[in-house]
Protein backbone atom coordinates (compact mmCIF):
# COMPACT_ATOMS: atom_id res chain seq x y z
CA UNK A 1 0.00 0.00 0.00
CA UNK A 2 1.22 3.26 -0.99
CA UNK A 3 2.37 5.64 1.73
CA UNK A 4 -0.36 8.15 0.56
CA UNK A 5 -2.88 5.95 2.35
CA UNK A 6 -0.77 7.18 5.23
CA UNK A 7 -2.49 10.97 4.69
CA UNK A 8 -5.90 11.84 6.83
CA UNK A 9 -8.67 12.30 4.70
CA UNK A 10 -8.77 15.51 5.01
CA UNK A 11 -4.92 16.42 4.85
CA UNK A 12 -4.31 17.00 0.71
CA UNK A 13 -1.28 14.68 -0.73
CA UNK A 14 2.17 16.16 -1.44
CA UNK A 15 0.73 15.99 -5.23
CA UNK A 16 -2.67 17.40 -4.07
CA UNK A 17 -1.11 20.16 -2.78
CA UNK A 18 1.36 20.54 -5.51
CA UNK A 19 -1.45 20.73 -7.86
CA UNK A 20 -3.67 23.12 -6.06
CA UNK A 21 -0.86 25.41 -5.02
CA UNK A 22 0.08 25.81 -9.07
CA UNK A 23 -3.31 26.66 -9.56
CA UNK A 24 -3.42 29.39 -6.58
CA UNK A 25 -0.78 30.71 -7.81
CA UNK A 26 -1.39 31.14 -11.56
CA UNK A 27 -2.36 34.77 -12.13
CA UNK A 28 -2.55 37.00 -15.32
CA UNK A 29 0.49 38.74 -17.04
CA UNK A 30 1.36 42.15 -16.17
CA UNK A 31 0.73 42.56 -19.93
CA UNK A 32 -2.89 40.91 -19.94
CA UNK A 33 -3.76 43.53 -16.77
CA UNK A 34 -2.71 46.31 -18.86
CA UNK A 35 -4.64 44.85 -22.00
CA UNK A 36 -7.66 44.81 -20.12
CA UNK A 37 -7.39 48.06 -18.57
CA UNK A 38 -6.41 49.87 -22.03
CA UNK A 39 -9.79 48.28 -23.37
CA UNK A 40 -11.67 49.34 -20.94
CA UNK A 41 -10.05 52.85 -20.92
CA UNK A 42 -8.82 52.71 -17.48
CA UNK A 43 -6.26 55.64 -16.57
CA UNK A 44 -3.96 55.11 -13.80
CA UNK A 45 -6.35 57.90 -11.45
CA UNK A 46 -6.39 54.90 -8.76
CA UNK A 47 -3.84 52.69 -7.65
CA UNK A 48 -3.31 49.43 -10.00
CA UNK A 49 -4.12 46.15 -8.41
CA UNK A 50 -1.58 44.38 -6.15
CA UNK A 51 -1.25 41.66 -8.39
CA UNK A 52 0.74 38.76 -7.33
CA UNK A 53 2.29 38.39 -10.38
CA UNK A 54 4.60 34.92 -10.53
CA UNK A 55 5.88 34.18 -14.10
CA UNK A 56 4.69 37.41 -16.12
CA UNK A 57 7.08 38.04 -18.70
CA UNK A 58 7.29 41.91 -18.06
CA UNK A 59 7.52 41.55 -14.09
CA UNK A 60 7.12 44.47 -11.74
CA UNK A 61 8.25 47.44 -14.33
CA UNK A 62 5.38 46.44 -16.60
CA UNK A 63 3.57 47.50 -13.67
CA UNK A 64 4.47 50.53 -12.67
CA UNK A 65 4.33 51.21 -16.95
CA UNK A 66 0.77 50.66 -15.61
CA UNK A 67 1.05 54.05 -13.93
CA UNK A 68 1.88 56.66 -16.59
CA UNK A 69 0.49 54.73 -19.36
CA UNK A 70 -2.47 55.07 -21.07
CA UNK A 71 -2.70 57.64 -22.52
CA UNK A 72 -5.50 60.66 -22.88
CA UNK A 73 -8.36 60.37 -20.51
CA UNK A 74 -11.78 59.63 -21.85
CA UNK A 75 -13.24 62.72 -20.26
CA UNK A 76 -11.01 64.62 -22.24
CA UNK A 77 -12.35 62.98 -25.51
CA UNK A 78 -15.44 63.69 -24.23
CA UNK A 79 -14.66 67.24 -23.85
CA UNK A 80 -13.86 66.81 -27.56
CA UNK A 81 -16.17 65.67 -28.74
CA UNK A 82 -18.56 68.06 -27.68
CA UNK A 83 -17.20 70.66 -30.52
CA UNK A 84 -16.98 67.60 -33.04
CA UNK A 85 -19.64 65.29 -35.06
CA UNK A 86 -20.36 62.22 -32.48
CA UNK A 87 -18.54 59.17 -33.41
CA UNK A 88 -20.20 56.11 -34.94
CA UNK A 89 -19.17 53.94 -31.98
CA UNK A 90 -17.82 55.13 -28.60
CA UNK A 91 -15.48 53.96 -25.77
CA UNK A 92 -17.33 51.48 -23.51
CA UNK A 93 -15.88 52.51 -20.63
CA UNK A 94 -18.07 55.66 -20.78
CA UNK A 95 -21.20 54.50 -22.51
CA UNK A 96 -24.52 55.45 -21.02
CA UNK A 97 -27.12 53.60 -21.60
CA UNK A 98 -28.02 53.65 -24.58
CA UNK A 99 -31.34 52.31 -26.93
CA UNK A 100 -29.61 48.93 -26.71
CA UNK A 101 -29.36 48.51 -22.92
CA UNK A 102 -31.51 45.78 -21.96
CA UNK A 103 -34.14 46.91 -19.93
CA UNK A 104 -33.69 44.21 -17.24
CA UNK A 105 -30.57 44.58 -15.06
CA UNK A 106 -29.02 41.33 -14.50
CA UNK A 107 -28.03 40.99 -11.13
CA UNK A 108 -27.30 37.42 -10.68
CA UNK A 109 -24.51 34.98 -12.45
CA UNK A 110 -27.99 33.66 -13.81
CA UNK A 111 -29.05 36.43 -15.17
CA UNK A 112 -25.97 37.72 -16.21
CA UNK A 113 -25.11 34.49 -17.97
CA UNK A 114 -27.83 35.54 -20.17
CA UNK A 115 -27.18 39.09 -20.94
CA UNK A 116 -26.79 39.88 -24.11
CA UNK A 117 -23.53 40.47 -25.57
CA UNK A 118 -21.80 43.57 -25.37
CA UNK A 119 -21.99 45.95 -27.69
CA UNK A 120 -19.06 46.78 -27.42
CA UNK A 121 -17.33 49.68 -27.82
CA UNK A 122 -14.44 49.99 -29.15
CA UNK A 123 -12.10 51.10 -26.88
CA UNK A 124 -9.62 48.42 -27.46
CA UNK A 125 -7.44 46.78 -29.05
CA UNK A 126 -4.90 46.42 -31.92
CA UNK A 127 -2.87 44.73 -34.11
CA UNK A 128 -0.62 46.59 -35.77
CA UNK A 129 -1.52 48.32 -38.35
CA UNK A 130 -0.23 48.50 -41.96
CA UNK A 131 2.92 50.60 -42.05
CA UNK A 132 1.74 51.73 -45.18
CA UNK A 133 -1.08 53.48 -44.40
CA UNK A 134 -0.30 57.08 -44.19
CA UNK A 135 -1.93 59.72 -41.82
CA UNK A 136 -5.44 60.81 -42.90
CA UNK A 137 -5.66 58.41 -46.01
CA UNK A 138 -4.57 54.28 -44.92
CA UNK A 139 -4.79 51.91 -47.02
CA UNK A 140 -5.39 49.10 -45.66
CA UNK A 141 -6.27 45.93 -47.01
CA UNK A 142 -7.42 42.59 -45.14
CA UNK A 143 -4.39 41.51 -46.01
CA UNK A 144 -2.80 43.83 -44.05
CA UNK A 145 -4.47 43.54 -41.18
CA UNK A 146 -3.91 40.13 -41.16
CA UNK A 147 -0.51 40.40 -40.75
CA UNK A 148 -1.18 41.78 -37.31
CA UNK A 149 0.24 39.73 -34.04
CA UNK A 150 -1.39 39.25 -31.59
CA UNK A 151 0.78 38.35 -29.80
CA UNK A 152 2.91 40.28 -27.21
CA UNK A 153 6.62 40.45 -28.00
CA UNK A 154 8.23 38.91 -24.81
CA UNK A 155 10.85 41.35 -24.19
CA UNK A 156 8.70 44.56 -24.28
CA UNK A 157 10.55 46.65 -21.98
CA UNK A 158 8.10 49.00 -19.82
CA UNK A 159 9.08 52.24 -21.55
CA UNK A 160 7.57 50.25 -24.87
CA UNK A 161 4.63 49.12 -23.07
CA UNK A 162 4.29 52.65 -21.83
CA UNK A 163 4.41 53.87 -25.73
CA UNK A 164 2.26 51.84 -27.09
CA UNK A 165 -0.37 52.17 -24.91
CA UNK A 166 0.16 55.84 -25.17
CA UNK A 167 0.11 55.64 -29.09
CA UNK A 168 -3.22 53.36 -28.47
CA UNK A 169 -4.76 55.44 -26.30
CA UNK A 170 -4.54 58.49 -28.95
CA UNK A 171 -5.67 56.21 -31.01
CA UNK A 172 -9.14 55.91 -29.21
CA UNK A 173 -9.78 59.30 -28.23
CA UNK A 174 -9.14 60.42 -31.75
CA UNK A 175 -11.94 58.19 -32.37
CA UNK A 176 -14.32 58.60 -29.36
CA UNK A 177 -13.72 62.43 -30.17
CA UNK A 178 -14.78 61.77 -34.12
CA UNK A 179 -11.27 62.48 -35.49
CA UNK A 180 -10.32 60.00 -37.76
CA UNK A 181 -6.90 61.40 -39.34
CA UNK A 182 -5.48 62.13 -35.79
CA UNK A 183 -6.28 58.13 -35.22
CA UNK A 184 -4.82 57.26 -38.56
CA UNK A 185 -1.79 59.13 -37.51
CA UNK A 186 -1.26 57.58 -33.75
CA UNK A 187 -2.08 54.15 -35.41
CA UNK A 188 0.57 54.55 -38.44
CA UNK A 189 2.82 55.01 -35.70
CA UNK A 190 2.12 52.61 -33.42
CA UNK A 191 2.63 49.83 -36.59
CA UNK A 192 5.74 51.58 -37.93
CA UNK A 193 7.01 51.28 -34.30
CA UNK A 194 5.81 48.47 -32.75
CA UNK A 195 5.30 46.33 -35.63
CA UNK A 196 4.42 42.77 -33.22
CA UNK A 197 3.35 45.51 -30.56
CA UNK A 198 1.37 44.02 -27.59
CA UNK A 199 -1.68 45.57 -28.25
CA UNK A 200 -2.18 44.33 -32.33
CA UNK A 201 -5.14 43.83 -32.01
CA UNK A 202 -6.79 46.60 -30.83
CA UNK A 203 -4.59 48.48 -33.17
CA UNK A 204 -6.66 46.57 -35.80
CA UNK A 205 -9.56 47.14 -34.70
CA UNK A 206 -8.96 51.00 -34.21
CA UNK A 207 -7.93 51.22 -37.61
CA UNK A 208 -11.44 49.14 -38.97
CA UNK A 209 -13.00 51.98 -37.00
CA UNK A 210 -11.23 54.73 -38.07
CA UNK A 211 -11.43 53.51 -41.93
CA UNK A 212 -15.12 53.44 -41.31
CA UNK A 213 -15.25 56.55 -40.11
CA UNK A 214 -13.92 58.12 -42.57
CA UNK A 215 -16.36 56.75 -45.12
CA UNK A 216 -14.98 54.02 -46.75
CA UNK A 217 -17.26 51.68 -45.43
CA UNK A 218 -17.05 49.35 -47.94
CA UNK A 219 -13.59 48.95 -47.04
CA UNK A 220 -13.94 48.85 -43.16
CA UNK A 221 -16.42 45.91 -44.19
CA UNK A 222 -13.37 44.14 -45.59
CA UNK A 223 -11.35 44.50 -43.09
CA UNK A 224 -13.82 43.55 -40.49
CA UNK A 225 -15.01 40.38 -42.12
CA UNK A 226 -10.72 39.53 -42.74
CA UNK A 227 -10.68 40.23 -38.48
CA UNK A 228 -13.67 38.46 -37.98
CA UNK A 229 -12.09 35.15 -39.71
CA UNK A 230 -8.72 35.71 -38.39
CA UNK A 231 -9.70 36.28 -34.59
CA UNK A 232 -13.17 34.58 -34.10
CA UNK A 233 -13.32 34.80 -30.48
CA UNK A 234 -11.88 38.09 -30.30
CA UNK A 235 -13.61 40.11 -27.23
CA UNK A 236 -13.93 42.76 -30.00
CA UNK A 237 -16.13 40.25 -32.14
CA UNK A 238 -19.80 42.03 -31.70
CA UNK A 239 -17.96 45.76 -32.54
CA UNK A 240 -16.46 44.42 -35.33
CA UNK A 241 -19.59 42.24 -36.22
CA UNK A 242 -21.21 45.68 -36.03
CA UNK A 243 -18.80 47.23 -38.64
CA UNK A 244 -18.94 44.42 -41.25
CA UNK A 245 -22.55 44.25 -41.31
CA UNK A 246 -23.12 48.19 -41.12
CA UNK A 247 -21.52 48.61 -43.85
CA UNK A 248 -23.27 46.04 -46.15
CA UNK B 1 -30.55 58.78 -30.00
CA UNK B 2 -28.77 57.78 -26.91
CA UNK B 3 -25.14 58.70 -27.37
CA UNK B 4 -23.46 59.83 -24.48
CA UNK B 5 -22.77 62.70 -26.31
CA UNK B 6 -25.78 63.87 -26.11
CA UNK B 7 -26.77 62.87 -22.52
CA UNK B 8 -23.58 65.28 -21.74
CA UNK B 9 -24.82 67.84 -23.57
CA UNK B 10 -28.00 67.98 -22.01
CA UNK B 11 -26.81 67.26 -19.09
CA UNK B 12 -24.44 69.17 -17.69
CA UNK B 13 -24.20 66.50 -14.47
CA UNK B 14 -23.32 63.74 -16.99
CA UNK B 15 -19.58 64.06 -16.95
CA UNK B 16 -19.93 63.64 -12.98
CA UNK B 17 -21.90 60.16 -13.61
CA UNK B 18 -19.35 59.14 -16.11
CA UNK B 19 -16.27 59.60 -14.05
CA UNK B 20 -18.20 57.74 -10.93
CA UNK B 21 -19.07 54.98 -13.57
CA UNK B 22 -14.97 54.92 -14.47
CA UNK B 23 -14.17 54.81 -10.66
CA UNK B 24 -16.80 51.87 -10.34
CA UNK B 25 -15.26 49.40 -13.35
CA UNK B 26 -11.79 50.57 -11.71
CA UNK B 27 -13.02 49.36 -8.41
CA UNK B 28 -13.91 46.10 -10.06
CA UNK B 29 -11.34 45.60 -12.24
CA UNK B 30 -8.82 45.52 -9.52
CA UNK B 31 -11.07 43.72 -7.09
CA UNK B 32 -12.17 40.83 -9.35
CA UNK B 33 -10.23 41.07 -12.78
CA UNK B 34 -7.58 38.03 -11.57
CA UNK B 35 -9.92 36.28 -10.02
CA UNK B 36 -12.21 36.14 -13.01
CA UNK B 37 -9.06 35.27 -14.98
CA UNK B 38 -8.33 32.25 -12.88
CA UNK B 39 -11.70 30.81 -12.84
CA UNK B 40 -11.75 30.72 -16.64
CA UNK B 41 -8.65 29.09 -16.79
CA UNK B 42 -9.72 26.52 -14.50
CA UNK B 43 -12.79 26.23 -16.72
CA UNK B 44 -10.63 25.30 -18.92
CA UNK B 45 -9.56 27.92 -21.00
CA UNK B 46 -5.62 28.07 -22.51
CA UNK B 47 -3.80 31.13 -21.19
CA UNK B 48 -4.12 33.16 -24.63
CA UNK B 49 -8.42 32.48 -24.18
CA UNK B 50 -8.49 33.46 -21.01
CA UNK B 51 -6.75 36.56 -21.53
CA UNK B 52 -9.98 37.15 -24.17
CA UNK B 53 -12.27 36.19 -22.23
CA UNK B 54 -11.61 37.96 -18.94
CA UNK B 55 -11.27 41.11 -21.12
CA UNK B 56 -14.65 39.93 -22.76
CA UNK B 57 -16.39 39.75 -19.63
CA UNK B 58 -14.97 43.47 -18.52
CA UNK B 59 -16.31 44.39 -21.51
CA UNK B 60 -19.71 43.17 -21.22
CA UNK B 61 -19.46 44.50 -17.36
CA UNK B 62 -18.76 48.13 -18.80
CA UNK B 63 -21.33 48.31 -21.52
CA UNK B 64 -24.06 47.10 -18.60
CA UNK B 65 -22.36 48.91 -15.92
CA UNK B 66 -25.46 50.68 -15.26
CA UNK B 67 -27.05 47.61 -14.95
CA UNK B 68 -25.22 45.63 -12.26
CA UNK B 69 -26.73 46.26 -8.75
CA UNK B 70 -23.94 47.80 -6.52
CA UNK B 71 -22.65 45.17 -4.52
CA UNK B 72 -23.50 42.50 -7.30
CA UNK B 73 -20.52 43.41 -9.23
CA UNK B 74 -18.36 40.15 -8.35
CA UNK B 75 -21.62 38.13 -9.06
CA UNK B 76 -22.37 39.34 -12.61
CA UNK B 77 -18.75 39.20 -13.69
CA UNK B 78 -18.79 35.04 -12.16
CA UNK B 79 -22.02 34.47 -14.39
CA UNK B 80 -20.79 36.28 -17.51
CA UNK B 81 -17.35 34.37 -17.16
CA UNK B 82 -19.53 31.13 -17.16
CA UNK B 83 -21.15 31.88 -19.91
CA UNK B 84 -17.86 33.20 -21.97
CA UNK B 85 -15.62 30.36 -20.59
CA UNK B 86 -18.70 28.00 -22.07
CA UNK B 87 -18.96 29.61 -25.22
CA UNK B 88 -15.01 30.24 -25.92
CA UNK B 89 -14.12 26.60 -24.54
CA UNK B 90 -16.29 25.27 -27.63
CA UNK B 91 -13.40 26.50 -30.06
CA UNK B 92 -10.19 25.82 -27.68
CA UNK B 93 -8.68 22.69 -27.63
CA UNK B 94 -10.46 20.20 -25.72
CA UNK B 95 -8.11 18.10 -23.08
CA UNK B 96 -8.87 14.50 -22.70
CA UNK B 97 -8.49 13.40 -19.20
CA UNK B 98 -7.56 9.74 -20.15
CA UNK B 99 -5.30 10.23 -22.67
CA UNK B 100 -3.36 13.10 -21.20
CA UNK B 101 -2.95 11.10 -17.29
CA UNK B 102 -0.77 8.71 -19.29
CA UNK B 103 2.37 10.36 -17.85
CA UNK B 104 4.58 6.97 -18.65
CA UNK B 105 4.61 7.84 -22.08
CA UNK B 106 5.75 11.52 -21.74
CA UNK B 107 9.32 12.33 -20.48
CA UNK B 108 7.97 13.50 -17.11
CA UNK B 109 8.07 9.53 -15.30
CA UNK B 110 8.10 10.73 -11.74
CA UNK B 111 6.38 13.00 -9.55
CA UNK B 112 9.02 15.38 -8.70
CA UNK B 113 9.10 16.28 -12.40
CA UNK B 114 5.63 17.88 -11.53
CA UNK B 115 7.29 20.31 -9.63
CA UNK B 116 7.48 22.04 -12.69
CA UNK B 117 4.87 24.68 -12.77
CA UNK B 118 3.28 24.91 -16.05
CA UNK B 119 3.26 20.64 -16.07
CA UNK B 120 1.73 21.10 -12.73
CA UNK B 121 -0.66 23.89 -13.67
CA UNK B 122 -1.31 21.93 -16.72
CA UNK B 123 -2.30 18.93 -15.08
CA UNK B 124 -4.45 20.73 -12.62
CA UNK B 125 -6.53 21.85 -15.52
CA UNK B 126 -6.88 18.09 -17.07
CA UNK B 127 -8.29 17.01 -14.03
CA UNK B 128 -10.60 19.77 -13.12
CA UNK B 129 -11.52 19.49 -17.07
CA UNK B 130 -12.39 15.63 -16.03
CA UNK B 131 -14.99 16.93 -13.14
CA UNK B 132 -18.78 18.42 -13.49
CA UNK B 133 -19.02 21.66 -14.24
CA UNK B 134 -21.19 22.41 -11.03
CA UNK B 135 -18.90 20.20 -8.72
CA UNK B 136 -15.40 22.09 -10.82
CA UNK B 137 -17.19 25.32 -10.22
CA UNK B 138 -17.91 25.05 -6.49
CA UNK B 139 -14.24 23.19 -5.93
CA UNK B 140 -12.70 26.14 -7.48
CA UNK B 141 -14.36 28.97 -5.61
CA UNK B 142 -14.15 26.77 -2.55
CA UNK B 143 -10.30 25.10 -2.89
CA UNK B 144 -8.39 27.36 -4.90
CA UNK B 145 -10.51 30.90 -4.45
CA UNK B 146 -10.79 30.22 -0.82
CA UNK B 147 -14.40 31.47 -0.21
CA UNK B 148 -16.70 30.42 2.36
CA UNK B 149 -19.44 27.72 1.88
CA UNK B 150 -21.77 30.62 2.29
CA UNK B 151 -19.87 32.59 0.00
CA UNK B 152 -19.82 29.98 -2.76
CA UNK B 153 -23.93 29.14 -2.12
CA UNK B 154 -24.62 32.95 -2.75
CA UNK B 155 -22.48 33.16 -5.79
CA UNK B 156 -23.43 30.02 -7.75
CA UNK B 157 -26.98 30.87 -6.10
CA UNK B 158 -27.75 27.26 -4.25
CA UNK B 159 -28.62 26.40 -1.15
CA UNK B 160 -25.75 26.09 1.49
CA UNK B 161 -26.02 22.77 1.91
CA UNK B 162 -26.07 21.51 -1.83
CA UNK B 163 -23.02 23.56 -2.22
CA UNK B 164 -21.55 21.40 0.89
CA UNK B 165 -22.57 18.34 -0.84
CA UNK B 166 -20.82 19.53 -4.50
CA UNK B 167 -17.90 20.08 -2.68
CA UNK B 168 -17.55 16.77 -1.06
CA UNK B 169 -18.04 14.99 -4.39
CA UNK B 170 -15.68 17.15 -5.86
CA UNK B 171 -13.52 16.62 -3.67
CA UNK B 172 -13.64 13.32 -3.78
CA UNK B 173 -13.37 13.17 -7.68
CA UNK B 174 -10.14 15.25 -7.43
CA UNK B 175 -8.88 13.21 -4.97
CA UNK B 176 -10.12 10.03 -7.12
CA UNK B 177 -8.01 11.43 -10.24
CA UNK B 178 -4.69 12.25 -8.20
CA UNK B 179 -4.38 9.19 -7.00
CA UNK B 180 -4.82 7.77 -10.31
CA UNK B 181 -2.02 9.96 -11.73
CA UNK B 182 -0.08 8.78 -8.81
CA UNK B 183 -0.82 5.24 -9.27
CA UNK B 184 0.74 5.71 -13.42
CA UNK B 185 3.66 7.77 -12.21
CA UNK B 186 5.05 5.41 -9.78
CA UNK B 187 3.04 2.54 -8.34
CA UNK B 188 3.69 2.09 -4.88
CA UNK B 189 6.75 5.07 -4.84
CA UNK B 190 6.30 7.93 -2.10
CA UNK B 191 6.01 11.29 -3.37
CA UNK B 192 8.39 13.87 -3.06
Not at chain 1, 35 to 40: I, T
Not at chain 2, 91 to 117: C, H, K, N, T, Y
Not at chain 2, 152 to 161: F, Q, R
Request: aromatic share 4%; hydrophobic share 45%.
Amino acid sequence: MSDLKLVAPDQPTPLEQLLMDSARNESPSVEQRMRVRAALGLTALTAPPPPVVRTGRIGTLGKVAIGGAVGASVIAALVFALHKPAPRILPVVLSAPVATTPAAAPTTPAEAAQASEPVISPLPPVEAAPASAAAGTPKLTPKGVSSVSKSPAPADSADDLSEQLRLIDAARSAVASGNPSAASQALSSYSSKFPHGSFGQEAQVLRIETVDMQGNHAQAAELAKSFLERHPNSPHVSLVQRIAGGAQ
Amino acid sequence: MGSILQLVVNNPVEPIRVEASKARLERMFNEHHDFIWRLVRRLGLSPGSADDAAQHVFLVAAERLDDIKLGSERSFLFGTALRVARSQSRSDRRWVLEEDMDFRRSQAGRPEDLADQHRAIDLMGKILNGMALDLRTVFILSELEGMTMPEVAALVEIPVGTAASRLRRAREAFRAAVAAVESKLQPGSKLP
